[in-house]
């Protein structure tokens, strides 16, 4: 997860790839320690070892910082001696943080301790430490954009497969809305998930996945999307007294679902 005062810090930063490691490259970013590290890691190089061969093969490695964690949960972060202050970095079990050009030098150790005691799941410790380096005053420029990226401990997956890819380009609240399409997001892996069902016949399993969608977002958040596919699963089940509420939920917010349900 990235934060900055940079546009689309996200397309640089963040790099991931399931069953292998995720790292962060930042100050005077080179992308290429992404796919390279990534690339090490994935041939069982750990994450200290990876990070030394970049950095020693980096003619310019002092205006670098990175962060690196791989799938045995070995961490690493390097600061270069050119970083605009205040720069530096804190490690901890299964976690790598830091920041450059801040307000303050408080800021990697507050990451740090807001990660180790946030509650939830992966994506929601990892924003608890963004909004804790925020709350220590952040990026001494401002607030511009913010990313996140979560992948699965199973090597196996296909490379799309990411649990989290979430990026706010442009914003002046930035971690604000990285959090509204955390919760975007979670609503509609359940919706994928009920596809998947619907796919494979499952349909009870459909309706399941669909109203956990419909209960994550308020209706007018979506046009009424979510809505609509649980109460066409519903109907398909011959469900339609439960379905017919949702279906008035989406027609009142655009009527082009009912044409849709003519198709």
């Known amino acids: 997860a990235v934060q900055s005062h940079w ?3 996200g397309g640089t930063v963040a790099w991931a ?14 992308p290429a320690y992404g796919p390279r590290a990534l690339a090490l890691m994935r041939t069982g190089v750990s994450a ?7 950095i020693a093969a980096d003619a310019d490695s002092a205006v670098r910082q990175l962060g690196m964690i791989d799938a045995a949960g070995r961490v690493a972060s390097f600061t270069g001696q050119r970083d605009i202050p205040e720069a530096g970095s804190h490690v901890g079990r299964w976690y790598a943080a830091q920041a450059n ?6 800021v990697w150790g507050a990451m740090g301790r807001a990660f180790e005691a946030a509650p939830g799941d992966l994506a929601e410790r990892l924003l608890a430490a963004l909004d804790a ?10 607030m511009q954009s913010a990313a996140l990226i979560v992948v699965s401990g199973d090597r196996s997956l296909p490379p799309w497969d990411r649990i989290f890819d979430l990026r706010v380009d442009d914003s002046r ?3 604000v809305e990285l959090r509204r399409l955390l919760r975007v997001a979670r609503a509609y892996r359940h919706a994928t998930a009920g596809d998947n069902y619907v796919t494979q016949n499952q349909i009870d399993s459909a309706v399941a996945s669909y109203a956990a969608a419909d209960a994550l977002l ?3 958040a979506v046009n009424g999307e979510l809505a609509y596919w649980l109460a066409v699963t519903l109907a398909d089940r011959g469900r339609v007294s439960e379905a017919m509420p949702l279906f008035r939920r989406a027609f009142s917010q655009d009527t082009s679902w009912a ?3 003519w198709r």
């Open 7 to 9: 546009f689309s810090v």
């Open 17 to 30: 790839k399931a069953g292998v490691g995720a790292i962060a490259t930042q100050s005077f970013i080179n």
């Open 48 to 54: 200290p070892l990876a990070m030394r061969a970049l």
């Open 101 to 106: 050009i801040m307000a303050r030098n408080t």
């Open 133 to 142: 380096a925020q709350r220590e005053g952040g990026d001494i420029r401002g």
């Open 173 to 175: 609240a930035p971690l």
């Open 218 to 220: 308020p209706d007018s």
């Open 259 to 261: 044409t849709l349900l």
